[in-house]
């Protein structure tokens, strides 16, 4: 685990050390955000919370962590749910409560 992990946009993160911070931080699911976009195309896709959940916890990075400009971190977490491929798009950010999730999307595939 991070020896450090109150403010994840100062990390240095690579794939393994991102998924360890993500499974520190949706130990308290209010930590995870799922915007209003992601939301929306959950509905559509037939995807629920708890599935995004699992991928969160039990996924693996398919692509990045990579800083964005404003200095946060996004990737794309794939893993297998209800037989089918998931991928949520995430980003980590701090937004000094501490440590936030924030989906961005899901799909199947």
């Known amino acids: 685990m991070p020896e450090n992990i109150s403010n994840v946009v100062n990390l240095d993160l690579t794939p393994v050390k991102a998924m360890q911070v ?56 794939n893993c297998f749910s209800a037989g089918e491929p998931l991928t949520v798009v995430v980003v980590l950010d701090n937004q000094g409560n501490g440590n936030l999730t924030i989906v961005i999307t899901a799909y199947n595939g």
């Open 22 to 77: 993500i499974a520190e931080i949706v130990k308290d699911t209010s930590n995870v955000i799922i915007t209003d976009h992601a939301q929306e195309k959950m509905i559509e896709r037939g995807i629920t919370a708890v599935q995004i959940l699992k991928c969160l916890k039990n996924g693996r990075i398919i692509e990045g962590p990579y800083r964005e400009t404003r200095g946060n971190w996004k990737m794309n977490i």
